[in-house]
């Protein structure tokens, strides 16, 4: 007894270290005590009671999906996905790559308190970059079935190809291959795309395809070319696909310091608002938040507030990257501008250093990215300093990954 109490101290001990270290690497300011990097596991209270859940057809896949379903790559604790499908929500996604893949194992260690039939599961993998298409399509396979352990399951009811950001992604001969037979197979039931860049064009081929089912797309209210993504929503779900909504929250807060968070319930009731997404997966990680989220699906008329509150904020360029790319042009050292601010958004606006971390991993970028400019005249579109923000998020590559969860 007193060796376990003494794991679960030095535990403890851990991750107020590790948030800690997080507010160091990523420059904590005005003297905010950081957040923890993940949750801290807490006790489960009793289920929310089963409000109004509205839900829709997810395409021609016929399920029946909550239209707020459980975005799951921040959370570490299986009592919150125990407490949602408590309450009402059935859809849950995860992917591959999220925690190194803890998350996986988590949502799998929450779906054995219920029905497996229940729950409406989705993970992502993403298309392997190298090699031929023999060894993409093993190495794919390989991935899945990673997955689907981590999951403790024999299917998932959506595998979507992750991160495809164009119309030749979208038609990969070999993914196509190995997709079409991992649905004969049975290990998915269904299968989808999911986009953060050029929307409408990665849908509209996932439509043409005829092979994908289901698109996850972000979609939100602070792109600039949210209504070109709608009217591509709204063709792809005419002709029979199911569309999912991701990046919902746009960014969570309008500042860095998260002393002006975004209006989550206006944010969510304004993507729903389009019948043509069926479903959507903001991330949660509190038993407060969803609860706000369960509200959401109680009525979907934005109040006179709540519009305002999605008017864009003077002098605030927020955290959400809409990925245009309208910046690489721009830059004279060909930075991965588009990706830089995305690991931005997840270290301050998700509070994830682990993910940012994983997504600088990934780029091949010197040890200054901007040491050879004595000034930066990139014009973002959104308005973000984008020097500022490139030496800020590029000095976490120095901290140690396993400790930033």
């Given at each position: ?48 009671a ?25 959370a ?118 999911s ?47 199911g569309?999912?909504a ?59 507030a ?42 301050y ?41 490139i ?7 120095g ?7």
């Open positions: 007894m007193g060796d376990k109490s003494n794991s679960m101290e030095r535990r403890t001990l851990l991750k107020a270290g590790l948030a800690g270290l997080a507010g160091v690497a990523l420059g904590t300011s005005c003297g905010r005590t950081p957040e923890p990097v993940t949750q801290s596991p807490e006790p489960a209270p009793a289920p929310a089963k409000g109004p859940v509205m839900t829709r057809t997810l395409g021609r896949t016929g399920l029946n999906v909550s239209i707020v379903g459980m975005g799951v790559m921040n570490d604790n299986p009592r919150l996905v125990e407490a949602a499908l408590a309450a009402g929500i059935n859809h849950v996604d995860t992917a591959h790559g999220y925690q190194n893949g803890r998350n996986e194992e988590m949502v799998g260690q929450a779906l054995k308190t219920v029905k497996r039939d229940a729950v409406v599961l989705a993970t992502k993998v993403p298309p392997p970059g190298e090699g031929d298409a023999t060894r993409r399509k093993a190495r794919y396979l390989d991935m899945l079935e990673i997955s689907l352990r981590r999951l403790a399951t024999e299917y998932v009811d959506i595998l979507y190809l992750h991160n495809v950001s164009s119309r030749a992604g979208v038609f990969d001969e070999a993914m196509l291959e190995v997709a079409a037979g991992i649905k004969q197979s049975g290990k998915a039931r269904f299968i989808g795309v986009t953060h860049s050029n929307e409408p064009e990665v849908i509209r081929a996932a439509k043409d395809s005829g092979v994908f089912d289901v698109v996850l797309t972000a979609y939100n209210f602070r792109q600039d070319h949210r209504a070109e993504v709608r009217k591509a929503i709204v063709e792809a779900a005419g002709a029979g696909l569309i999912v991701m990046k919902t929250q746009a960014g969570v807060y309008w500042d860095r310091e998260r002393l002006l968070p975004i209006n989550m319930t206006a944010a969510l009731k304004w993507v729903l608002q389009e019948p043509g997404v069926h479903t959507s997966i903001p991330g949660f990680t509190t038993f407060d938040q969803l609860e706000a989220d369960l509200k959401v699906m109680a009525g979907l008329e934005l109040t006179p709540e519009a305002l509150d999605l008017d864009e904020q003077p002098g605030l360029a927020g955290l959400y990257c809409q990925q245009c790319g309208q910046c690489r042009p721009q830059c004279p050292a060909a930075l991965p501008i588009p990706d830089l601010m995305r690991s931005y958004m997840y270290a606006g998700y509070r994830n250093p682990g993910l940012a971390h994983d997504v600088l991993a990934e780029l091949d970028l010197p040890g200054d990215p901007c040491v050879g400019c004595a000034t930066c005249d990139i014009r973002c579109a959104k308005g973000f300093p984008v020097r500022e923000r030496r800020d998020i590029a000095r976490l590559r901290a140690p990954r396993d400790l930033l969860g």
